[in-house]
């Protein structure tokens, strides 16, 4: 995985978190503190797509092709992080399709050379903040309620905002989002509110879900 993203906020800025939070408890230093900060930010936002060494589409393979999201993303069911396919998989299909594509030369130099892509990530949090697939995928939380409709994207984007705000509005009532765990990249899934609050409410309890203090505890995601 190519670890030459996006870099939200400098380095240092990682060393500053315990300062802030014990400047909002202090309450003085919380305004102007969070205020540096936040202002650094900016470039995690909605939209950014940056491009890609190939001109892979999730719209023809997850959407056209239906083929299901873990088949590439293996890890995503069983570890915090979301595995990003070896070159092995693209070529399970395309030792016979297409393989002279221009298109498709970087995967085939990948594979003659044996070294990775080099995909470009899109998604990325501050390094102060634990985040972790498992914990929602094997718990009912779609793909498409923090991806969008991957299945819709020649090129991935972020759909949405990423802000400890939009990790709170969910952690606050997560019966709003819950679904069958079967159904976890089914990206066409959808119930109406009234539907959505049985459903939810009823799998919060069969999953087991924390109460709202702990899903609202700071550690909780920054320990
Ligand atoms: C055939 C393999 C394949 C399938 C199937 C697939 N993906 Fe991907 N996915 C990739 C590859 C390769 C990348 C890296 C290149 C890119 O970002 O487009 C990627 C990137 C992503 C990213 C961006 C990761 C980042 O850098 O932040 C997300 C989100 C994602 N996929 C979600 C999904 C979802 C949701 C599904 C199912 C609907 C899915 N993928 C199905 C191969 C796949
Ligand atoms: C299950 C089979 C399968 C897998 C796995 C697969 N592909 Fe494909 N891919 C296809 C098919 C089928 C097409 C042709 C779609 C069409 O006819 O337009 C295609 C088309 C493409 C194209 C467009 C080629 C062109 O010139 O039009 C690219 C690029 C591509 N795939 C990249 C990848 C990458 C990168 C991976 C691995 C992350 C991958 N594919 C994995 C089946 C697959
Ligand atoms: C609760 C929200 C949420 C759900 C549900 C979710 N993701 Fe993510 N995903 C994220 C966040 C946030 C990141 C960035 C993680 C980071 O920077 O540490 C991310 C990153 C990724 C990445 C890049 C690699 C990584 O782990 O950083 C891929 C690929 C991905 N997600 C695919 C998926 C797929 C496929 C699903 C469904 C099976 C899914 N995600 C479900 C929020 C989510
Ligand atoms: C759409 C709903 C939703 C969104 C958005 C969401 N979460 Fe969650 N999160 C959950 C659910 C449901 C659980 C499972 C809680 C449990 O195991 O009791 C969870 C669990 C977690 C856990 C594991 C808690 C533990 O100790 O088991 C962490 C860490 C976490 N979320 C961080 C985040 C962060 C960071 C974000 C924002 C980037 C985020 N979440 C966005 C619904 C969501
Ligand atoms: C559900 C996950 C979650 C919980 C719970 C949570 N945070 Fe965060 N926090 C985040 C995420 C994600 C970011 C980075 C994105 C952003 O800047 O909004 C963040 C960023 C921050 C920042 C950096 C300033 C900023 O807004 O950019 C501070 C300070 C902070 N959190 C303090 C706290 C404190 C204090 C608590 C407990 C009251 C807390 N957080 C609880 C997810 C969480």
Request: proline share 7%.
């Amino acid at each position: 995985m190519a670890d030459q993203g996006k870099f939200i906020f400098p380095r240092w800025a990682n060393y500053l978190l315990p300062l802030i939070v014990l400047g909002a408890i202090g309450g003085a230093l919380y305004v102007p503190a969070l205020f540096a900060v936040g202002a650094s930010a900016k470039s995690m936002a909605v939209g950014y797509q940056p491009q890609q060494p190939v001109p892979y589409s999730h719209a023809v393979h997850a959407g056209r092709l239906g083929i299901d999201c873990r088949y590439c993303h293996t890890t995503v069911e069983t570890s915090a992080f979301a595995a990003l396919p070896p070159t092995q998989v693209c070529m399970n299909c395309h030792t016979g399709i297409k393989p002279d594509s221009p298109n498709l030369k970087p995967i085939m130099d990948s594979w003659k050379s044996g070294l990775p892509m080099q995909w470009v990530r899109v998604h990325r949090l501050p390094d102060y903040v634990y985040f972790n697939h498992s914990a929602h995928v094997s718990h009912g939380v779609g793909c498409a309620s923090c991806h969008g409709r991957v299945d819709h994207m020649d090129e991935v984007f972020q759909d949405q905002s990423l802000s400890m705000g939009w990790c709170l509005e969910c952690h606050r009532e997560p019966e709003q989002h819950l679904r069958p765990r079967d159904q976890v990249t089914n990206m066409a899934y959808t119930k109406t509110p009234e539907e959505q609050l049985v459903i939810g409410r009823k799998l919060k309890a069969e999953y087991g879900i924390h109460d709202v203090a702990y899903m609202t505890s700071c550690y909780t995601c920054h320990r």
